[in-house]
């Protein structure tokens, strides 16, 4: 029962974490410090405050304005990279420090990925096919 409900929930904690790195504040890929510093918060907040945009907004490091509750948010593609098979953090890491968003490493060719230092040319087209598998998925979920 117990590895059925695992099965079922996932690894939250991993997911709870991509989030904060793909949406954080910090114009760079937020640290580990700041990654770990916004999970404690996010976790003494009540379920009401989980609920209000106005405190998420604060917890991952935005202005309250009313500016910044109307700006666009874009992923840094943390969690979309962590669906490729054998790509390790530190890859992942250093292709998002590097492209800087989602939208950035889907644009990113095999040379442009290969570029990036630890990157082989094999890794290199690993990640491209699972970056086009991810987009093509992406678009047939949005046309079913």
């Not at 003494?44 to 009313?66: K, Q």
């Amino acid at each position: 029962l117990k590895l059925q409900l695992e099965e079922l929930v996932g690894d939250n904690d991993t997911a709870r974490e991509l989030i904060v790195r793909d949406y954080h504040a910090n114009p760079d890929a937020p640290s580990a410090a700041q990654v770990s510093a916004t999970l404690d918060e996010l976790d003494s907040l009540s379920d009401n405050e989980l609920l209000d945009f106005t405190t998420l907004a604060r917890v991952f490091g935005y202005p309250s304005t009313a500016e910044a509750q109307d700006s666009a948010m874009s992923s840094r593609g943390y969690r979309a990279m962590a669906g490729i098979p054998r790509l390790q953090f530190a890859h992942v890491d250093l292709l998002v420090r590097s492209f800087g968003s989602l939208q950035g490493l889907l644009a990113a060719t095999s040379d442009d990925l290969q570029s990036v230092e630890g990157i082989g040319s094999m890794w290199a087209r690993h990640i491209r096919e699972g970056l086009s598998q991810l987009a093509e998925s992406t678009i047939a979920d949005r046309l079913a």
